[in-house]
């Protein structure tokens, strides 16, 4: 694809979050259904500005998805992992009671987020150390607003320690093996794709 294409791509994406920020607040109910879609979306952007061979990146990145999606069954099913909790229908398509797309934004939060601590750290495991406490700050943002619109609800209210250090966990070692690739990826959109799901959650945060 052709690098203007790209960024006509990328600004759109930047156009989605701001009105959709803006949406969420005035009419939550219109907007909320959209959701899925918007994930896809920011999950092509940030794939096609991966600079390294398309089949290699897709593989690392799909891989960082599958086996966070397993570890959602699991801990959807036992409560172990994260706590209990369950998705309500705000995330769209569910698969064994876990949205589809979930896995998918949680891939894109933490090969961003490696790629982002990987431009400041040489050290793989304090990469992986930091990007892991990086991507958990940013669940604990949407921890805040997620019943309120349908994502998903924990047993009892807000969830505890369990599933912030589950998280943890997981980013840092679903990413492990697939570093080299990862930190390769593109710096600049995946450094706006956070900052746009940090402005996007902490708006609804505060006036939702």
Not at 31 to 36: E, I, K, L, R, V
Not at 164 to 173: E, H, Q, R, T
Request: overall charge positive; aromatic content about 20%.
């Amino acid at each position: 694809m052709k690098e203007k294409y790209k960024s006509y791509f990328l600004y759109f994406l930047i156009l989605v979050y701001v009105s959709g920020s803006i949406g969420f607040v005035l009419n939550p109910s219109f907007f909320s259904p959209f959701t899925p879609y918007t994930l896809l979306l920011t999950c092509f952007v940030f794939l096609i500005h991966s600079p390294l061979p398309f089949k290699k990146f897709i593989f690392a990145f799909f891989s960082i998805a599958v086996l966070g999606f397993m570890i959602e069954v699991i801990g959807v099913k036992t409560g172990f992992i994260f706590g209990k909790y369950s998705y309500g229908n705000g995330l769209g398509y569910k698969l064994l009671e876990v949205p589809l797309i979930i896995s998918i934004n949680w891939a894109i939060l933490i090969c961003a987020g490696i790629r982002i601590v990987s431009s400041i750290f040489a050290n793989k495991i304090t990469v992986l150390a930091v990007a892991a406490l990086l991507v958990t700050s940013i669940d604990l943002l949407i921890e805040q607003v997620a019943p309120k619109l349908d994502f998903w609800q924990f047993e009892g209210g807000l969830p505890s320690l369990h599933n912030y250090l589950g998280w943890i966990g997981v980013a840092f070692f679903t990413s492990y093996f697939f570093y080299p690739t990862i930190i390769k990826g593109n710096r600049k959109v995946s450094f706006i794709i956070l900052i746009l799901q940090i402005i996007f959650f902490t708006s609804l945060f505060i006036f939702i």
